[in-house]
């Protein structure tokens, strides 16, 4: 994705960011950073590439706010490394928090501060660059004498820039959060367009990031004659789950090649990347069926262009 000019990036917007730059939320698993990405995102996620030349990482979705902009980015959990995976992990996690520019750290208000949190807390350290937060969360099942409780265990941990609690699925403090996570970020223009997605209609949105995922790693000639359209969006009765049917059309045999891959493991990978930018927009699991057709010439055909939604 071409990175925006600064008229570009302002477009009608009167709020210009005046900070930005990348967060990333971390603790042991089950304290609820998942549920925090997507409660601060929201509606409000905007839709990038997860390879713009500013960031080596995946990006979970961007919160503008009058203020500026918070770019939360993913980590895989940090583990006491056991094994060589574990080591590569940890590895992946150095990378990825070596860069940001603040790091949440989350505890649940409603289990003590254990030998878990403190391993984490640990390592932090290896990561002076950033800014540290802790969240406490889930504050939503904890009685007002846990998280002052909370409140002290997480204190005496380290000299933390703020500490906030919160409670995602209540919906409490979390713009409260995001407006402090923003003040901790260095003074400059949003790194993403602000707020530029909101009046394209999700399914749009939904093809520009399957036709973003698939150009991914991808040099041919394949950005101008790839296509994606949506035949279908089910939302499923009986459980929690959005099935997507989605075209992928190119213009020709070589390039449907190049798209399915070998035994069709580059399909697989799309659609697995596909359906993880997906899911954090849509606000919940997403079951993608990708089907890669050829439509000859379909840049030139008019009735082509106007069933491929140009
Ligand atoms: N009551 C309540 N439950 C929450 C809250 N946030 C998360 N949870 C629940 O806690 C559980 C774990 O939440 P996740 O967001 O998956 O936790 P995570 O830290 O991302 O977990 P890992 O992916 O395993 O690292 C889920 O069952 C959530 O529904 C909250 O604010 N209040």
Request: hydrophobic share 40%; net charge negative.
């Amino acid at each position: 994705m071409a990175r925006p000019s600064k008229a570009e990036k302002r477009g009608d917007t009167p709020d210009i960011a005046l900070r930005s730059g990348f967060v990333s939320l971390v603790g042991r698993p089950n304290v609820g950073k998942s549920t925090l990405t997507n409660a601060l995102v929201g509606e409000k996620v905007a839709i990038t590439s997860s390879k713009p030349q500013t960031t080596r990482h995946t990006i979970r979705g961007i919160t503008n706010r009058p203020t500026g902009q918070l770019i939360l980015v993913d980590t895989p959990g940090i583990h006491r490394p056991r094994t060589l995976l574990g080591e590569r992990l940890n590895a992946l996690v150095t990378a990825t928090l070596g860069d940001v520019d603040v790091i949440g750290m989350c505890f649940p208000a409603d289990e003590p501060v254990g030998p878990g949190d403190r391993f984490i807390n640990e390592q932090l350290d290896k990561y002076p660059r950033a800014v540290k937060v802790a969240v406490i969360t889930k504050t939503d099942v904890s009685s007002k004498k846990a998280i002052a409780t909370r409140l002290l265990e997480v204190q005496e941990l380290r000299d933390w820039a703020t500490i906030i609690p919160v409670s995602a699925v209540g919906d409490d403090q979390v713009d409260l959060l995001a407006d402090e996570l923003i003040k901790l970020l260095p003074e400059g223009e949003a790194l993403y367009p602000l707020e530029q997605n909101t009046d394209e209609d999700l399914e749009k949105r939904i093809s520009e990031l399957i036709r973003e995922t698939i150009l991914e790693g991808v040099h041919e000639e394949l950005p101008h004659s790839l296509a994606v359209t949506l035949d279908d969006m089910i939302q499923r009765e009986d459980k929690d789950l959005l099935e997507i049917y989605a075209n992928v059309f190119v213009e020709r045999d070589s390039q449907k090649g190049i798209i399915i891959g070998n035994g069709g493991e580059r399909l697989k990978d799309i659609g697995q990347r596909s359906r993880a930018a997906i899911e954090p927009l849509v606000g919940q699991k997403v079951f993608l069926s990708l089907r890669v057709k050829v439509a000859k010439d379909w840049q030139r055909d008019p009735k082509l262009l106007q069933r491929l939604g140009f």
